[in-house]
């Protein structure tokens, strides 16, 4: 019989079969799938089985919910596996089939699940010195047939498993970078299939990661310790029945002899062939020359699974080859990306091949190392090939990853040929979600150009830039995390970042400048140490779970991190209590007792980074700034983002049901606010400093008293044209611009500002071949000189205006499961579509423009509602899913 409605694309945690999670109560979200218009659910029905046996019925239950269901049945146990499948009732009480059946595992719950030691593969060393990779490894026998297998590993550092000669999994950079001192994570394999009966040989590969390599501003080395080690849990079920666990122990035998002489995370790759191992992860091979590896004390209490998308080798791009000015070979793959560079080559023995990766060639047109911030060191990026000698040879490197777009060849034997190399993309797996077309192809390409800055700081950890600093910084993520998740599905990546962010915060409440902390130990960069707390950044306590929310409706998630979120704002509120040094030292009667109250509920105390990188920013008058604000505070900026905290913190403790501390949060938010309109508002309107950052942030904030806003305002569109309608803002407003002019009625100055060609805007970079998106507006100058890194996502957030503006797809409530639809057209485009595929499945707008009429067809998933409002002024109207078209004319 024909059903009007069927269930599919299910997935537990975000995810469609995890295998080895750490959750008690997994959340179950599906999808309905219906040609019938106006699909809504009425109830629903879960059941979940172990080994065919029933495990959890729900029974039918009376529900519109088809997002983050927790299971509700038994306590789950370590090492369970469980196949779930759903069938719903539509408002018609039509009833589906059940669905497909979807899977999850869960690893080792409890910490006496694990068996195995920590065992050190390495010698005497010297901790300042850079250090050969080692390899481990161990011969075991089956004397059965295997039905399943299980490893479950981790280490201090990076690792890479093998099993009887082939690698296991493909995952990469495992086991990840979290806060290690709080949370290390380990990864689960299914392993069935490489292992058989006989002889088996398992192995590890071990590399300084983040764990002891370069990291952060000032490449600070042995972050989380000096050595490293390895942890490795194999459990075995053979087809009688029985059971057999390898763990890491004191059988295991290590050499630092191997090919990988040296593998840093900012330096890279130092490798010679002629080193290589032939057969040592295979049955049989002699490693009488290996040393024990020693068994170690760390603690185990620590580990939890790994949550977050794996990362995974992604594109490949082929390059062209050319000779620069300097008579360098460069090889450029036309897109700039976080990755690496794998060839094949053929050559004698000790012919040294070396490989310098950059994002783009320096004004001479050659490619030279680039600089670091503050020109603390040169970035090296580095790889050296040494070869073998045997036959065709083919290299990646294992425990590096580099930024870059061209590549300086020196020492290749012969001529170097475009199909000898691949640039490998690498980044967390997560889908992209959002697609976005538009008749200007100019536009089209800033899209990619988000998409790819994205992809290539989205490793693990949202980072800056893959190239310089490499850093979890949480100015980037707050200011990105909406656009994020709109291009991709990020919600696992974010909410595993989160709680590394909750690990990394201080007793009293400071965020952090960089999650995870590579300076959790107070030593380090002075620049990085003395500005925690900053607005803007630390903010992103609040903020990123905020925005997570609006977009995935995970009320779970705004749990998980209310503690966190609660902490970062009690310490606002108490810096806010204290007086600036400055106002200490002036007479009390310079400050009228009406201003000292005020001043008790804004923020003058504690560094903070302000808008960061605006136009025109650049040596020496950033040190400038940072001197400026580290001595005065920057509180026009840091008490507005304390009043939007307290916003979201109210609308959050709503969310929870947490009525009282609501209430408390919007009395505060509304003192803030008043508070900051009487110290910063001047009787023309108009705010110190005079930027269109401060008019921006000061509208979009809800700062200004109502009968004030058009003052605001008309300043806000004076500085705009002062600036001849150039983009004036930078880190923390580039975002809010757009949508800011936008609401208040001028969407045609928008437009203006995107199609800006000249410096500073958008295009500028496009017109100079950009890929992805420029920390700083300039990084290219029409000199050829530049500054900066040219992979920074923040000012990429623009492509919220294409999603939520110009194809008209707004979050009318949490996860989409209401949508205002509302295109605007302008800039003289012609047609525009964009899609966006959310929990419920894809929201979609695509339009053109036919003479004076206006045509717009959208996609309405089931389960879901629209408030379609259309340019023609017309009165907005509600329709259910399903495909809709319309016709109007333009006004």
Known sequence: MARDVSVANLLCEYQHNPLGIDARRPRLSWQLETRRPDTLQGAWQIQVHEKGKLLWDSGKVRSDQSTHVPYSGPPLRSRQRCHWRVRVWTGSASLSAWSRAAS?????????????????????????????????????????????????????????????????GDRWMTPGWSAYHSRLEYQTYDVTDLLRPGENALGAILGDGWWRGKL?????????????????????????GRRTVVTSDDRWRATSEGPIRKSDWKDGEVYDARRELPGWSEPGFDADGWRPAQVMEHAQDLLVASSSPPVRRMERFSPRISMSPGGQTILDFGQNIGGHVQFRVRGPAGTQVKLTLVEAPGKSGDVEPAQTFLNMERLLQEVHYTLSG???????????SQGFRFVRLEGWPGDPRPEDFEAVAIYSDMPTTGHFACSIPALNQLHSNVLWSMKGNFMDIPTDCPTRERAGWTGDAQVFARAGATLMQCAGFFSRWLRDLSAEQKADGIVPNLVPNPYHDGKGNFLVTATEGSAGWADAAIMVPWALHQCFGDDDLLRQQ????????????????????????APRSLLSARRRRRLKVLQDRGYHWGEWLEPGDSFPWIFFGLINRLVFSAPYVASAYHKHCADLMAETAEVLGRSDEAREFREEAAAIGKAWAEEFIAADGSLKPDTQASYVRALAFDLVPADRRPDILQHLLRKLREDDYHVGTGFLSTGMLCEVLAAEGHADLVWQLLLQESNPSWLYAINKGATTIWETWDAVREDGSGFGSHNHYSKGVVVEFFYRRVAGIEIAAPGYRRIRLQPTPGGGLTWARGSIQTLYGEVASSWQIEGDAFRLEARIPPNTTADVHLPDGSEPFSVGSGIHNWRCSLI
């Open 104 to 168: 999850w595992e869960t690893g080792l719950l409890q910490g006496d699940d694990w068996q195995a030691a920590w065992i050190d593969p390495e010698g005497e060393i010297d901790p300042k010195a850079f250090k050969p990779a080692p390899f481990l490894r161990r011969d075991f026998n089956l004397d059965a047939p295997v039905r399943s297998a299980r490893l479950y590993a981790t280490a201090h550092g990076l690792y890479e498993l093998w099993l009887n000669g082939r690698r296991g």
């Open 216 to 240: 952060s501003l000032d490449s600070k080395r042995n972050s989380y310790g000096e050595r490293l080690a390895l942890l490795l849990q194999l459990e075995i079920t053979l087809v009688d």
């Open 390 to 400: 045997n036959g065709e040879e083919v290299y990646a490197p294992r425990f590096t």
């Open 562 to 585: 209310y503690d966190s979120m609660r902490a970062w704002y009690d310490f606002m509120r108490r810096r806010a209590r204290k007086t600036h040094w400055l106002r200490r030292l």
